[in-house]
């Protein structure tokens, strides 16, 4: 039998100046994933995402994923990879979070109202 690995589907968010530096976030995530034994489905990506998360096409590209049957879980480097904004990463927490999916932050604090979403989440084990 083989063993089975968590999917999950990472999501980076970068300005217009730091463009190039998406394709190493990414490969950040993939180095972070394999070491914990998740499997990357994919990694959505926004550059110069604007403040509303409805018109963030990679984000909602993102939900997409999570609500697929396999998915177990939304990682991300670092909160700030969501928003600068506090009140930005709690709805966007809040909208990963109902798909049912864990969502795990590398490093970096999350803002007390967004932990609350984490609250309860299935835990991303093989």
Same mark, same amino acid.
């Given at each position: 039998? =083989?063993?089975?690995?968590?999917?999950?589907?990472?999501? /980076?968010?970068?300005?217009?100046?730091?463009?190039?530096?998406? @394709?190493?976030?990414?490969?950040?995530?993939?180095?972070? &994933?394999?070491?914990?034994?998740?499997?990357? $489905?994919?990694?959505? =990506? +926004?550059? *110069?995402?604007?403040?509303? /998360?409805? +018109?963030?096409?990679?984000?909602?590209?993102?939900? +997409?994923?999570?609500?697929?049957?396999?998915?177990?879980?939304? /990682? /991300?480097?670092?909160?700030? @990879?969501? *928003?600068?904004?506090?009140?930005?990463?709690?709805? #966007? #927490?809040?909208?990963?979070?109902? =798909?049912?999916?864990?969502?795990?932050?590398? *490093? $970096?604090?999350?803002?007390? #109202?967004?932990?609350?979403? &984490?609250?309860? @989440?299935?835990?991303?084990?093989?």
């Amino acid at each position: 039998m =083989t063993k089975s690995y968590p999917v999950v589907y990472g999501y /980076v968010r970068v300005s217009d100046r730091q463009e190039g530096a998406a @394709q190493e976030l990414r490969d950040e995530l993939a180095t972070w &994933c394999a070491r914990e034994g998740w499997h990357l $489905g994919a990694v959505f =990506t +926004d550059v *110069s995402a604007g403040i509303d /998360v409805d +018109d963030r096409i990679g984000f909602l590209g993102l939900l +997409d994923a999570l609500a697929l049957p396999q998915a177990r879980g939304a /990682v /991300v480097l670092d909160p700030a @990879q969501l *928003s600068p904004r506090p009140e930005l990463i709690t709805r #966007m #927490m809040r909208k990963m979070r109902a =798909t049912g999916s864990a969502v795990v932050c590398r *490093s $970096g604090e999350l803002p007390p #109202m967004a932990l609350k979403h &984490c609250q309860g @989440q299935p835990e991303l084990t093989s």
